[in-house]
T-cell receptor
Framework: LAKTTQPISMDSYEGQEVNITCSHNNIATNDYITWYQQFPSQGPRFIIQGYKTKVTNEVASLFIPADRKSSTLSLPRVSLSDTAVYYCLVGEAEYGNKLVFGAGTILRVKS | GAVVSQHPSWVICKSGTSVKIECRSLDFQATTMFWYRQFPKQSLMLMATSNEGSKATYEQGVEKDKFLINHASLTLSTLTVTSAHPEDSSFYIC????????????FGPGTRLTVL
């Protein structure tokens, strides 16, 4: 299972764009990259998933360079409610494969 | 879509008793479910992988006789904490694989267990 490295914490202000980068140097060919958001005392919430290049959905964008050794989650115009822990995970594109959570990034959005 | 529920959302029990936590996939069938434990200010720790109709696979260091997992149907997995002790107090979270997305786990809201 690929190990991921993220910043421990980040601070931002409302309305700013936030980019959280995750390193996964040992990512395997079949690994997907998935980002989750977790609020205190809640289960993680799926944000976005990608394999390569760029993926965008209604809440975030995910940028993956050609070598796939890192990825960047981009949150446009954050609000106070985006204060949470963000986890980057990599896992094989195989049904039922387990994921290993790292420490995650604590994002604090200030007014 | 891809909603996972857990019941109960919180439970308080006395030391020595057993507690059952249910995990349900509400709008999809999940052949595989996972159980995690999370202590305060820590990340999620995988406890076991639950496959429908077969025995669960436990992670190293997790006592299978203490944490009984049953995955009797494609939409339900249960975790029973047997003879609970205060050190078992934690936040237990389940997840399920949605078949329409490769390797995407959808998580339940979690169950807060407090053992007195």
């Amino acid at each position: 299972l690929a190990k991921t490295t993220q910043p421990i914490s980040m601070d931002s202000y409302e309305g700013q764009e936030v980019n959280i980068t995750c390193s996964h140097n040992n990512i395997a060919t079949n690994d997907y990259i998935t980002w989750y958001q977790q609020f205190p005392s809640q289960g993680p919430r799926f944000i976005i998933q990608g394999y390569k290049t760029k993926v965008t959905n209604e809440v975030a964008s995910l940028f993956i360079p050609a070598d796939r050794k890192s990825s960047t989650l981009s949150l446009p115009r954050v609000s106070l409610s985006d204060t949470a822990v963000y986890y980057c995970l990599v896992g094989e594109a195989e049904y039922g494969n387990k994921l290993v959570f790292g420490a995650g990034t604590i994002l604090r959005v200030k007014s | 879509g891809a909603v996972v529920s857990q019941h109960p959302s919180w439970v308080i029990c006395k030391s020595g008793t057993s507690v059952k936590i249910e995990c349900r996939s509400l709008d999809f069938q999940a052949t595989t479910m996972f159980w995690y434990r999370q202590f305060p200010k820590q990340s999620l720790m995988l406890m076991a992988t639950s496959n429908e109709g077969s025995k669960a696979t436990y992670e190293q260091g997790v006592e299978k006789d203490k944490f009984l997992i049953n995955h009797a149907s494609l939409t339900l997995s249960t975790l029973t904490v047997t003879s609970a002790h205060p050190e078992d107090s934690s936040f237990y979270i389940c997840s399920a694989i949605s078949g329409d997305r490769t390797d995407t786990q959808y998580f339940g809201p979690g169950t807060r267990l407090t053992v007195l």
